[in-house]
């Protein structure tokens, strides 16, 4: 069996479906192939910054998605042993992006779903990447595996945008540069009916920093910082122990901690590493997301940077599909715009690790004399501007809307 389409997009996550819907409302055809038959999986990714919330009221799904459960969050700070070191304000932020928000990506991805739905162009396969589909050199399609056959699907343009362990990119034979800048995993745990903070905060206690931010509904998401590699050490001494440490590192929710925490089912481990592919395109196939670049979970960039990959990607996809020069020549006018910005993310986000994570001496020495410049100085400002925004181009490329694709 064999289907066709002009893009086939990898993966259904928010990168894979904003730029699905980017390109629906452009007029082109679009398969999105995902392996998760159901909504209802794990995801780690909740945190919306500005940047991202723009682009996705830009293509009218942010006031649906929201709708099904949210938090605004008013603020970042950094907390050491009660004493508030960072004090990042999003109200100060220039209207109506002043705020981060906390939604649950199911809550995401099944607004972008139902808005791709609307368009008659698009096909939704749940099965399996097994193979690429390749023709003088270039993809042109992917060979999948459904439940209930295996088929191909032919496209002018495969797209990768299966995560951080991208299935479409090891096929490729493509590397994902992988880089060892951090040095903390993280275990996520909730922490069901807890008090609502209204903010994302790294809370210094004393034993490991720990992120914790209000999670929809009624729970806070806890990351339990530790050393790379120190899970493997901890994990014998059983979840007890495990109980003990976090309790340690944020004692102002012991009971809640002691509640939620009744074994290893209750936690997952993080493996925290940046990534950036040497190369994002070739012939017929271009990766966006983390499939291109993986980052840290600090500043809460993954669904940000998924979703200004997908509407930088947008134009320049459309425009080589209808043209039919899909060459990596071509797909590559993404890449050379969006790499140097990513690089400076996974530079600042290796920074934002060391200052506000580390334990060593000299970090804890620095720690809060940087604070005092950063919060006492138009620095502070500057930098919420950064990581709320990421690169201040990114637009939505509306004009290449049609309107006559509904039904």
């Not at 034993?207 to 493997?232: C, F, I």
């Not at 994990?235 to 509640?259: E, K, M």
């Not at 493996?271 to 600090?298: C, K, Q, R, Y």
Request: aromatic share 6%; glycine share 10%; hydrophobic share 45%.
């Amino acid at each position: 069996m064999e289907q066709r389409t002009d893009v086939c997009v990898v993966g259904g996550g928010p990168a894979g479906l904003t730029l699905a819907l980017l390109l629906l409302r452009s007029g082109l055809a679009v398969t999105v192939v995902e392996r998760s038959a159901t909504l209802r999986r794990e995801y780690r990714g909740e945190i919306l910054q500005p940047g991202g919330l723009a682009v996705l009221d830009e293509i009218g799904v942010l006031k649906g998605a929201a709708a099904r459960g949210s938090y605004p969050l008013e603020r970042f700070r950094l907390v050491e042993h009660g004493r508030v070191l960072m004090n990042f304000a999003y109200d100060r932020l220039r209207p109506p992006y002043n705020y981060l928000l906390s939604l649950p990506q199911a809550h995401l991805l099944a607004e972008l779903l139902d808005s791709c739905a609307q368009w008659p162009k698009f096909q939704y396969a749940v099965a399996r990447a097994g193979g690429l589909v390749r023709e003088g050199g270039a993809v042109r399609g992917v060979h999948v595996k459904g439940r209930e056959a295996a088929y191909t699907i032919r496209a002018v343009c495969v797209v990768g945008a299966d995560g951080r362990h991208s299935q479409v990119r090891r096929l490729a034979g493509l590397d994902s540069g992988r880089m060892e800048i951090f040095d903390q995993d993280v275990a996520w745990f909730r922490l069901p009916g807890a008090h609502r903070l209204g903010e994302v905060m790294v809370n210094r206690a004393g034993g490991n920093p720990v992120l914790v931010y209000d999670s929809y509904p009624d729970a806070l998401q806890v990351g339990w910082t530790l050393p790379k590699g120190a899970w493997q050490e901890l994990a014998p001494r059983g979840i007890a122990a495990i109980r003990d440490r976090i309790v340690a590192a944020v004692p102002q929710f012991a009971d809640l901690v002691t509640a939620s925490l009744r074994g290893f089912a209750d936690v997952s481990l993080l493996d925290v590493f940046g990534a950036n592919a040497p190369v994002w395109t070739a012939d017929g196939l271009v990766l966006i997301g983390d499939a291109a670049h993986t980052h840290g979970p600090l500043g809460a960039q993954g669904i940000n940077l998924a979703v200004q990959d997908a509407a930088l990607l947008h134009p320049v996809l459309a425009s080589a599909v209808r043209d039919g020069d899909i060459s990596a020549a071509r797909l590559g006018r993404f890449e050379r715009t969006r790499r140097p910005q990513v690089e400076a993310v996974l530079k600042f986000q290796a920074v934002q690790s060391r200052m506000m994570l580390s334990a060593d001496g000299l970090a804890t020495f620095l720690r809060p004399r940087i604070a005092r410049l950063v919060m006492r100085t138009p620095v502070g400002a500057k930098l919420t501007n950064r990581v709320a925004f990421g690169h201040p181009g990114i637009r939505v490329a509306s004009e290449l809307f049609t309107a006559d694709q509904k039904d």
